[in-house]
């Protein structure tokens, strides 16, 4: 199968260039059959690969051709194949390949509907050659290429200008975290020579303690930016401009990942510096909790399903941070299926209410909706950690390895925001779908999507009940045997869980998820708890997580303003004093001149063909007398 | 004196003699004809030179195209007014003179001392006898040393035929000045099956004159920039938030 | 230098010439016979048997008739033009080969008038300058339709003679010469397939090519439907509108000798020329000729005139797109067969 | 100069070189300019031949060969602007054309 694998990213990338350049004439709304055979094709190639690598268990790789080849520095496209990009392929062409089925009846109708089939599978392209990169230079081109798509395709709708202004918020805010990212690629060629990750990992363990430190450190700064950690999540939210589709998969399922799979995939570099790991644990804790809070506030269902995205990316992060690989990408796995089938589902709700998005003027859905309601409950479920579901499993194994990876405080932060999780959750779904229809009956009339958009929401749903059965019995599970070679050796730490820390943790979370089910049942569908009554008493507290802990408002302060007055400043004074000064004082003098000399043309061609005359007269007779031999 | 000088002094003489003539006579068309008897003789003259497909593509080229299209215009330009226009520039006339004799001269005088520097090619008449004849010695040699400038000069040929194209489009400075004043965006031009929806497109308000209907059915909405309309939503997208 | 062979060469130039003139003045008999079948009438029948001697009295009558010089004539022009076309018409002849070498009273004599090795290039030279007669004439009659007949011709036999060129280059790809005599020799190297054998005529070869050299000769001799320049429906008679008596009579003429060559270098390129059993070669090229001149006639029957954007157009659009095609077709072919590619 | 040489070709090449160079000169016709043109091409390529058949060398004839497709061009582009200018100015003196001088 080895031979094969350039077939994954290949087919994408065919039906992205064909759709780009026939679709606006020739193609227009069939460009979706070409998008989805390329995308099926590169699933089918997946599954037959990770088959091979499953049954093996030796990474495969083909060499493409050599990028770079500069003397020392070699970069070469070489696909590979372990385990931890098995499971990557798997999600990405997968949940790929289900939000492509769904996204010809969402973006039906749409003008740019040839657009959206161009850049979703030019996307789909960069995300696997991202995970299948075996060296730091092509995957950091590829983290562009990926950050490219998601601009193209957060602001789709250009012409509305909120879509716009966020596509380029979320491309300057990753900008900040690929510099860093950018700058631990180069720290690490400078000190080991090499970017293949085989070589740079086999190297790291003798660089000193502070220089790794550095290095991971810097590569985390890629990983905020990309996973929208604090503090540059704020891009995260406003990226809901993009069409839901894009929302599934791009802001929840794959490319937000791409940070976590790169710290995982940098393991060795993590696991060698203590400092960093705790630097990302507490930061994936701050940020699970901090957006769990926002989460609990916002009325907009996809803003509220995107903080739940940052909350449970904080989750994974913590769980990198107290060395629980396995553990995150676990989650990572499992919620793809959930998250995406979250997003799917919420835009199925917008579908039918007309694009409306505020879950104030929702309500009631139940009735309507019956398929995208139990789906979405089931999401919200496993999201929640509710037992059995996918979500229950992953989140509570995260829990319990930040707790023996010797982080009790991050173990508790994490619980505690399953609390929120759970209210949240279950907030949005009773929000929604339950209680009195607070919308205008006459004009909106809620229908329930075409099959096309049904079935790979019943797809997801399946994934999200038993997925989480990859990892039963916990630490011990089908996926950890299949991700175990990866994380070994290197000096991993491996820590044994005792069945009882595991029962406790399970019975924990359990009850912290039912808790959070419970008051939002008193509080969204009995009335006992009246919420605003609780905002009011919360007062401050409450405002800080509506107005989202003030994050977007600091950086308008202390970043963006000051440096839009530098800019004004250097365009009035530097551009336009100094620059255009210049230019168009040089273009003054010539002016003079050339007015000076204009009175030689006499606008006569006779007069100019005489000049030529007579300069062919001269030039040949000062040839004659000096060049030949005629007068010597 | 050899029968091959005589016939190359008879050839060049009338060439030189009809050169003349085109600048002498009064009627361009005359000139034109005293250009062809010209350059038939030069063509004549290069047989005697051994440059047989040159003087066919003299022929061709020269008198069989290009002066056929120099009376083409001396005809269309202005066939009742083709008389030149004589007297005045007595000055000019002098300097050209005497410029004229100035170059003749200065040539002359590097013809007659001229030396040869360098060895003879290797084309001698055996050898374009050799390859069969003077067509197939060309080719080897401009398809072996020169397939470059061929191919230059074929763009050269492709970009003069644009050029020329565009000379003789008729111009209509008024429609030019319409577009390079206004930029036009259209939006109400939904292309493809978005027409299928039977919605109204929605279109913005308009100041009377802006818009225009002159391209023919379509709906130009003249705007100075795309910000005039970046709010208002496009043609079949959805409203959102 | 061999005067001898020198004398025998200029003897059979000058019986090529009688014969093309004689022909003609046949060839004007024979087309409006033809055109009479065809269009259900006798045709000529009272001047001789079956009116055979009608080209003749033709012949005196335009001689005899007066000389007319427009007023406001280009008179050196007017007197010139139809001189020059009547005198570059039979030229072309000089090149088409009748047949091989034959010995008259011990002397070799060849059968054809010069070989040289631009022979079709010089064909197409002649073609170019021929189209002078017609723009000079309509130019010097100092006359509305005769200039606009000439304008027209001007830009149709430009047009035209790039097609005619092109057209003919596949043959010189197959045959790798320009002389029309090697040309004759290349065809009559028969091809075989297997036991069978198949004359090498380059009709087989080069259909295309030769669909559009007949096109294109058509247009360039001015005949109809390519008749443009003298469209008596519209032009009056075109470039020939002030032309009368003898002066006349070497348009006229002109306009079927170029037929005639036409056919001739039609036959030599495409037909295989002399090639053909049993009869001698000569008898076989007036035949394929005949056949050539028998399609002009048909044509003007049949064809109505075409409009002159039409004209340009198919030039332009079709007929040249046509030709570059099968320069590519037979070059790539060529290379293939040589084991180039 | 009882044998043909070179300097035949170069004499009868520079004597049409310098009367289509007069023509260009005295002539205010812009058709008849652009023929004397043309006639000063032609005696350059009689230069050319005259040294190819001379050092019996082809590069000559090649060159000549290149002039004349680069007058074939020259002379579409030449004659199209003459049109323009008869459309525009309707003149084809060359005096009248003298926009340049503002």
């Known amino acids: 199968m080895a031979n094969w694998i350039f077939l994954i990213p290949l087919a994408p990338l065919i039906a992205a260039v064909v759709n780009f350049i026939f679709g606006r004439w020739y193609l227009r709304d069939r460009a979706h059959w070409l998008a989805i055979l390329g995308v099926a094709i590169s699933f089918g190639v997946s599954v037959a690969v990770v088959a091979q690598v499953a049954r093996d268990e030796v990474a495969l790789s083909q060499h493409l051709y050599t990028w770079i080849p500069a003397g020392d520095f070699q970069v070469p496209v070489t696909l590979t194949v372990d385990q931890l990009t098995a499971v990557m392929l798997l999600v990405v062409t997968g949940v790929s390949l289900l939000v492509h089925i769904y996204s010809v009846g969402y973006m039906h109708g749409d003008p740019g509907f040839y657009r959206f089939f161009a850049y979703l599978p030019l996307f789909v392209f960069s995300m696997l050659m991202l995970v299948l990169a075996n060296n730091y230079l092509l995957l950091f081109v590829f983290w562009e290429a990926v950050g490219l798509c998601s601009y193209l395709l957060i602001g789709f709708w250009y012409r509305r200008r909120s879509a716009a202004q966020a596509a380029k918020k979320a491309f300057v805010v990753n900008r900040v975290g690929d510099f860093g990212f950018g700058l631990g690629v180069m720290l690490i060629f400078v000190h080991l020579g090499t970017l293949e990750y085989t070589g740079v990992f086999a190297q790291v363990g003798a660089l000193p303690q502070g220089t790794i430190t550095a290095i991971a450190l810097l590569l985390f700064t890629g990983a905020i930016g990309k996973s929208a950690q604090i503090p540059l999540f704020v891009w995260l939210p406003d990226a809901m401009e993009g069409p839901t589709p894009v929302s599934a998969l791009i802001h929840a399922a794959t490319m937000v990942t791409a940070g976590i799979f790169m710290v995982a995939r940098s393991w060795p570099i993590f696991a060698a510096s203590p400092d960093a790991m705790l630097v990302v644990a507490i930061i994936g804790a701050a940020t699970a909790f901090v957006a769990a809070t926002i989460g609990l506030t916002q009325y907009d269902i996809k803003k509220v399903v995107a903080y739940s995205t940052v909350s449970q990316l904080g989750y994974m992060a913590f769980a990198l941070g107290s060395g629980a690989w396995v553990a995150a990408i676990f989650h990572l796995t499992t919620h793809a299926f959930f998250k995406a089938l979250l997003f799917l589902g919420a835009g199925s709700v917008i579908h039918a209410m007309h694009d409306e998005q505020d879950m104030r003027r929702m309500g009631g859905l139940k009735r309507h909706l019956p398929l995208t309601y139990w789906t979405f409950l089931i999401g919200s479920a496993a999201n929640a950690g509710i037992f059995p579901l996918a979500g229950f499993w992953s989140k509570d194994e995260v829990i319990v390895g930040a707790w023996v990876g010797g982080r009790p405080i991050v173990a508790i932060v994490g619980l505690v925001a399953a609390l929120f999780t759970s209210l949240y959750m279950f907030r949005v779904v009773f929000l929604t779908f339950h209680g009195p229809e607070r919308f205008d009956a006459h004009t909106v009339h809620p229908h329930e999507s075409p099959p096309v958009m049904a079935v790979p929401l019943l797809i997801l749903s399946v994934g999200a009940v038993f997925a989480g059965f990859l990892g039963v019995p916990p630490e011990r599970g089908v996926f950890h045997r299949f991700l175990e070679p990866v994380f070994s050796g290197h000096g991993a730490e491996v820590h044994h869980v005792s069945t009882a820390t595991t029962l406790t943790f399970g019975l924990i979370s359990t009850a912290v998820a039912l808790a959070g089910l419970g008051l939002a049942y008193a509080a969204y569908v009995r009335g006992a708890i009246k919420p605003a009554v609780v905002a009011a008493r919360l007062g401050p507290l409450y405002q800080l997580a509506y107005r989202r802990w003030y994050f977007d408002e600091i950086y308008e302060a202390l970043i963006v303003h000051p440096l839009y007055r530098l800019s004004v400043w250097l365009w009035r004074v530097v551009d336009i004093g100094i620059i255009d000064g210049a230019v168009n004082g040089v273009a003054g003098l010539v002016n003079f001149t050339a007015q000076r000399w204009r009175r030689v043309q006499t606008g006569l061609v006779a007069n100019y063909a005489l000049a030529i005359a007579l300069g062919t007269v001269i030039i040949v007779g000062v040839y004659l007398i000096v060049g030949s031999t005629l007068f010597q | ?241 | 230098m061999n005067w001898a062979a020198f004398l025998s060469n200029y003897i059979f130039a000058f019986i090529v010439l009688n014969v093309m003139l004689g022909l003609m003045a046949y060839m004007t008999y024979f087309e409006r016979k033809v055109l009479a079948a065809m269009q259900d009438r006798v045709g000529p029948k009272r001047t001789g048997p079956f009116g055979l001697l009608q080209p003749i009295a033709d012949g005196i009558k335009l001689l005899a008739k007066e000389d007319i010089v427009p007023k406001n004539a280009d008179r050196l022009v007017f007197l010139v033009a139809p001189l020059l076309s009547f005198v570059l018409a039979p030229l072309s002849a000089a090149v088409i080969p009748f047949g091989g070498t034959v010995t008259v009273f011990g002397q070799e004599v060849n059968l054809y008038v010069a070989d040289i090795n631009v022979a079709v290039l010089y064909v197409l030279a002649l073609g170019g300058m021929g189209v002078y007669g017609i723009i000079l004439g309509g130019y010097a009659s100092a006359n509305r339709y005769s200039l606009l007949g000439a304008l027209r011709s001007a830009a149709q036999v430009i047009s035209y003679e790039i097609v005619l060129g092109l057209s003919l280059v596949g043959v010189f790809i197959l045959s790798g010469t320009l002389s029309l005599v090697q040309i004759l020799e290349a065809q009559q190297q028969p091809l075989s397939f297997g036991g069978v054998q198949v004359p090498n005529w380059y009709i087989l070869s080069q259909p295309l090519g030769f669909v559009l050299f007949l096109i294109a000769a058509v247009a360039e001799t001015n005949r109809a439907p390519f008749d443009l320049p003298e469209a008596e429906s519209e032009l009056i008679g075109g470039f020939h509108t002030e032309y009368s008596g003898f002066r006349f009579s070497f348009f006229f003429l002109a306009e079927y000798i170029n037929m005639i060559a036409v056919s001739l270098l039609a036959a030599t390129l495409f037909l295989g020329g002399t090639d053909g059993p049993i009869a001698d070669g000569v008898w076989w090229l007036a035949a394929k000729a005949a056949l050539f001149l028998f399609f002009y006639i048909w044509l003007r029957t049949t064809l109505p005139r075409f409009r002159y954007d039409q004209l340009m157009g198919l030039a332009w659009k079709v007929l040249l797109p046509l030709a570059l095609i099968n320069i590519a077709l037979t070059g790539l072919i060529r290379l293939w067969g040589l084991g180039l590619l | 100069m009882s044998e043909l040489t070179a300097t035949h070709f170069l004499t009868l090449s520079a004597a049409l070189f310098i009367i289509g160079m007069l023509g260009v000169l005295i002539r205010r016709n812009v058709l008849v300019i652009f023929m004397c043109i043309e006639l000063m091409f032609n005696a350059v390529n009689v230069s050319f031949i005259g040294f190819a058949w001379e050092q019996h060398s082809l590069v000559g004839q090649t060159f000549a060969l290149f002039i004349i497709a680069v007058a074939a061009a020259e002379a579409v582009v030449g004659l199209g602007i003459i049109m323009a200018l008869s459309r525009r100015l309707d003149t084809v003196d060359i005096d009248q054309v003298h926009e340049l001088r503002e």
């Open chain 2, 1 to 241: 004196m050899s029968a091959e000088v005589l016939v190359f002094d008879i050839l060049g003489a009338i060439a030189v003699l009809a050169a003349a003539g085109v600048v002498l006579a009064r009627n361009p068309v005359h000139s034109a004809l005293a250009l062809v008897v010209s350059f038939v003789n030069v063509a004549a003259i290069y047989v005697i030179l051994r440059a047989e497909f040159l003087a066919a593509a003299q022929i061709i080229v020269y008198t069989g195209a290009i002066l056929v299209l120099v009376l083409f215009v001396i005809m269309l330009v202005d066939p009742d007014n083709l008389p030149e226009f004589h007297g005045g520039r007595p000055v000019q006339r002098l300097l050209a003179l005497i410029l004229g004799l100035a170059l003749l001269g200065e040539v002359m005088a590097a013809i007659l001392t001229r030396t040869i520097v360098g060895q003879p090619g290797p084309w001698s008449p055996q050898a374009v006898a050799a390859v069969g004849g003077n067509t197939q010695a060309l080719g080897r040699v401009l398809y072996s040393g020169y397939v470059l400038p061929i191919q230059v000069t074929a763009v050269l040929l492709l970009a003069a035929t644009i050029g020329a194209l565009v000379l003789a489009r008729p111009d209509t400075p008024r429609v030019r000045a319409l577009v390079r004043d206004t930029a036009t965006i259209s939006l109400a031009h939904p292309r493809g099956s978005e027409m299928a929806n039977g919605v109204e497109p929605a279109l913005p308000a308009l100041a009377a004159g802006q818009l225009k209907l002159e391209a023919g059915e379509r709906t130009l909405v003249m705007a100075k920039s795309g910000d005039d309309f970046l709010d208002q939503p496009v043609w079949g997208e959805r409203h959102q938030s």
